[in-house]
């Protein structure tokens, strides 16, 4: 079994969970059986609802909270009947509107709202239960209640006190209790008084043996000092996502490394291997290893994505347009598209960009497109599936200051595309090969990875405004989709599948 642990899951996914999808996708396809255990508290949506979307099954997810229950994770089924008859035989006035219910009880201020799935059926997600104008209590459900939890007054706020987690019958598996930065959990044979406990028990509880296979992939440090003492004998490993070190404050004797992985980088004689997607990153890791940890260190170098095919366009694709997808976040310079976009198409008048993903920076988008007056030819598309987006546009274009690997790039040369990016770490380096299927932009490196200064950021994006008019004027679109085609070929779930193989058979 494979065992990869992570923090959270939320409808505005980072890439490594979107990593984890392909992962399960492919250790589903060489027959191999995972789990993906989530570590957080989540309660803004069912588990099972994110998950799925995303390609797991819910067979393959395990969340530490319902770990020590028997409940499924599961689509949530729980109806309103079974809701009103939780609530006993007393009277309540019935009101509905959208995918809320209010239950109305006798007494001041006393009712319950209900929270319903999105859908044609009336399954209920939440229920809050509120007493003389105050919260009094929450339950969550799947196809039975999974938790409650307790609140009481404080100032003019509800404060959490109390959880309850529950079996499928109804009875109590455990509690925990919570009083500012103190928690402590109830079980019936003994209590817990840290996460970090809550965690090392459930670890000790999946009884690894030397042929499982545990992964921390996006784990904090505290959780990692968790599971490392409780998971011998499995073999462990480290999946590393994003840049592991900072150039500003290494030098020939120190090196600052990400605080991410510092800890799991101390720990080294006991991780088995490290796993990383390129093998510039590879070769520059064990280099760093050996130069300031006197370490050889084993490292597996996978990609953390495949294509299930190359895809070509069912019809012609749109002339002169651009795609980039992404979270919106300030390290992806979105912003630097959007404007070069719109110095390039003084040029070229029929250029398009759309933006796919959702973040902290649509606001600030949406201002600085208002602004340049180019909303009718640059699009915030939104989250959304991307795979049979792709093929429908000529070229892919990102100027974000890092990609360690980049789903999105190898999903954008899977559909034939052009690439215009900067010449950085380590996803643009390995999917942009320059002047033979896009451009590779050189930049500064070290504390200039990341844009601060003004000549800079005007620098930068005058470089892509005129790669991208090049790239449309001058450029061989079609020997450039020819090479991103064969490029991308290295990527086809097989060849990944290989490699997964490969690595377990010599791991177990």
Not at 23 to 34: D, H, P, S, T, Y
Not at 62 to 71: K, M, S, V
Not at 275 to 281: E, G, K, N, P, V
Request: proline content about 3%.
């Amino acid at each position: 079994m494979i065992y990869n642990f992570n923090m959270s899951i939320g409808w505005i996914s980072n890439g490594v969970e979107y990593a984890q999808a392909y992962r399960a996708k492919v250790l589903r396809n060489i027959g191999q059986e995972a789990r993906f255990i989530f570590l957080d508290m989540i309660s803004s949506e069912n588990i099972a609802r994110i998950t799925e979307d995303m390609g797991f099954l819910d067979r393959e997810i395990i969340w530490l909270y319902t770990f020590f229950t028997n409940c499924r994770t599961s689509p949530v089924t729980y109806t309103l009947g079974q809701l009103e008859r939780s609530l006993g035989t007393g009277k309540f006035a019935f009101f509905k509107k959208g995918n809320i219910v209010k239950y109305t009880f006798p007494g001041k201020e006393n009712f319950c709202i209900a929270y319903l799935e999105n859908g044609e059926k009336e399954y209920v997600r939440q229920a809050e239960f509120i007493s003389n104008g105050r919260l009094i209590r929450k339950d969550y459900y799947t196809y039975c209640r999974i938790y409650s939890e307790y609140y009481a007054p404080v100032g003019q706020k509800a404060h959490l006190y109390q959880r309850r987690f529950f079996q499928e019958d109804g009875s109590v598996a455990y509690e925990e209790i919570l009083d500012g930065d103190s928690v402590l959990y109830c079980f019936p044979d003994r209590q817990l008084y840290s996460k970090k406990e809550l965690i090392g028990y459930m670890v000790s509880c999946l009884n690894l043996t030397e042929s499982d296979i545990v992964l921390l992939d996006g784990v904090k440090p505290e959780a990692a000092r968790a599971i490392l003492p409780n998971a011998a004998p499995a073999k462990i490993g480290v999946v590393i996502h994003a840049q592991h070190f900072w150039e500003e404050g290494t030098d020939e004797n120190n090196i600052l490394w990400n605080c991410q992985y510092e800890y799991v980088f101390s720990q080294h004689k006991h991780i088995h291997f490290y796993m990383m997607s390129t093998d510039a990153q590879s070769r520059l890791f064990k280099e760093q290893f050996q130069k300031y940890k006197n370490a050889a260190p084993v490292v597996a170098v996978i990609p953390v994505g495949s294509l299930s095919e190359r895809k070509a366009p069912a019809n012609p694709r749109k002339r002169h347009s651009l795609i980039t997808a992404s979270r919106l976040r300030p390290e992806k310079y979105v912003d630097f598209v959007i404007e070069a976009v719109a110095e390039a198409r003084k040029q070229i008048p029929d250029l398009t960009l759309d933006i796919y993903g959702s973040g902290t920076e649509e606001i600030k988008l949406w201002e600085l497109m208002t602004r340049l007056s180019c909303c009718d030819y640059v699009r915030l598309r939104g989250h959304r599936n991307l795979d049979d987006v792709y093929q429908n546009y000529e070229a892919y274009i990102s100027a974000s200051a890092i990609e360690t690997f980049g789903l999105t790039l190898m999903e954008a040369i899977g559909s034939g595309l052009a690439v215009i990016g900067f010449d950085v770490p380590y996803g643009n380096q390995n999917f942009i090969d320059d002047e033979k299927n896009g451009y590779k932009i050189p930049v500064n490196h070290g504390n200039r990875i990341f844009v601060e200064e003004n000549e800079e950021r005007e620098k930068r994006i005058q470089s892509l405004a005129d790669r991208i008019v090049r790239l449309f004027t001058q450029a061989d679109l079609e020997a450039f989709r020819r090479h991103s085609y064969k490029k991308a070929k290295q990527y086809l779930a097989k060849e990944v599948e290989y490699k997964w193989n490969e690595f377990i058979n010599q791991m177990i």
